[in-house]
């Protein structure tokens, strides 16, 4: 059985830091890839960053690019997601989610969410508030 539990979300003012994480199970980490999704009040959810279990390879979304990092912890089975110079804008709660994606699904050098992360993320953990606040 998939599960996906995240933690460490808080209030933090503007240019602060928090780090983000993941504990996974259930599944073959190699063939998955995790992401982080967000999803704010009165707005749709959207896709973050994400890492692709094969090769390591990660895709962040233009408005974190630079500030924050995906990582993960192969012998804890966790995926961490360190978020700097935080901005009112990050604010939203923090989706975890996992889908099967095998190597052969990769693009190089993908320019598109569907193209680095894939679309169709079957499980999902249940969310943690980040705000970013003065």
């Known amino acids: 059985q998939v599960q996906l539990v995240e933690s460490g979300g808080d209030l933090v003012q503007p240019g602060g830091s928090l780090r983000l994480s993941c504990a996974a199970s259930?599944?073959?980490?190699?063939?998955?890839?995790i992401a982080w999704f967000r999803q704010a009040p009165g707005k749709e959810r959207e896709g973050v960053a994400c890492i692709n279990g094969n090769d390591d390879s990660t895709y962040y979304t233009g408005p974190v690019t630079g500030r924050f990092t995906i990582a993960r912890d192969n012998a804890k089975k966790s995926v961490w997601l360190q978020m700097n110079d935080l901005k009112p804008e990050d604010t939203a709660v923090y989706y975890c989610?996992?889908?099967?994606?095998?190597?052969?699904?990769?693009?190089?050098?993908?320019?598109?969410w569907g193209k680095g992360c894939g679309y169709e993320y079957d499980y999902w953990g249940q969310g943690t508030q980040v705000t970013v606040s003065s």
């Open positions: 259930g599944f073959n980490w190699g063939d998955y890839t």
């Open positions: 989610a996992t889908m099967y994606r095998p190597a052969r699904l990769y693009y190089a050098n993908p320019d598109t």
